[in-house]
T-cell receptor, first 116, second 116 residues
Framework: DQQVKQNSPSLSVQEGRISILNCDYT??????FLWYKKYPAEGPTFLIS?????DKNEDGRFTVFLNKSAKHLSLHIVPSQPGDSAVYFC???????????????FGAGTRLAVHP | ETGVTQTPRHLVMGMTNKKSLKCEQH?????MYWYKQSAKKPLELMFV???????ENNSVPSRFSPECPNSSHLFLHLHTLQPEDSALYLC???????????????FGPGTRLLVL
């Protein structure tokens, strides 16, 4: 059973417009959420994160919104640029006391294509 | 300087071969991870090492054998793999502390493995 779901496998947006990528989770123990971006032939790179005590975090063109009651988060990219074309992974984190590390659970990813 | 490196980048092996994947992190982190990414699936956590001690073995078959000789290096030894093991294998590292701020995981570029 997937604890983190990205229901849209792909998204196509025109350059300059807003891209909205969505993510849903089921485990209320998750307390930290991240978005990663992945280009072909590269590993995922960290983009932006949000703690469960917040509902919004902004970094330049990227904003992440968290709705805890709905167990939903979204990534907004505005304005979208062709260089944003990549696969975006949502991840949720909870600290594993037994293991002593932050466990990340990833969604399946959404492929964003920004066209001129 | 590349934070997390992985070698080889591509590997083709037969089901009777033995091979090893190598990961090295130059970030001074205390935790290292192996993930598997199959096509159109979420990243699956395989193993976690925290302070060079394995703290998670996520129900991974014994034909995958990790090794962490020190905090900077992580290996994944492969033997008698199956074609369904073909995937992208990603290494990651992080600096984790239960009391400090949540640190993100940094990924290497991955090893694309094909088992024939």
């Amino acid at each position: 059973d997937q604890q983190v779901k990205q229901n849209s496998p792909s998204l196509s947006v025109q350059e300059g417009r807003i891209s909205i990528l969505n993510c849903d989770y089921t485990n209320s123990m998750f307390d930290y959420f991240l978005w990663y971006k992945k280009y072909p032939a590269e590993g995922p790179t960290f983009l932006i994160s949000i703690s469960s005590i917040k509902d919004k975090n902004e970094d330049g063109r990227f904003t992440v919104f968290l709705n805890k009651s709905a167990k939903h988060l979204s990534l907004h990219i505005v304005p979208s640029q062709p260089g944003d074309s990549a696969v975006y992974f949502c991840a949720a984190s909870a600290y594993s006391l037994s293991g002593g590390y932050n466990k990340l659970i990833f969604g399946a990813g959404t492929r964003l294509a920004v066209h001129p | 300087e590349t934070g997390v490196t992985q070698t080889p980048r591509h590997l083709v092996m037969g089901m009777t071969n033995k091979k090893s994947l190598k990961c090295e992190q130059h970030l001074g982190h205390n935790a290292m991870y192996w993930y598997k990414q199959s096509a159109k699936k979420p990243l699956e956590l395989m193993f976690v090492y925290s302070l060079e001690e394995r703290v998670e073995n996520n129900s991974v078959p014994s034909r995958f054998s990790p090794e962490c000789p020190n905090s900077s290096h992580l290996f994944l030894h492969l033997h008698t793999l199956q074609p369904e093991d073909s995937a992208l294998y990603l290494c990651a590292s992080s600096q984790d502390s239960p009391l400090g701020p949540r640190e993100t995981q940094y990924f290497g570029p991955g090893t694309r493995l094909l088992v024939l």
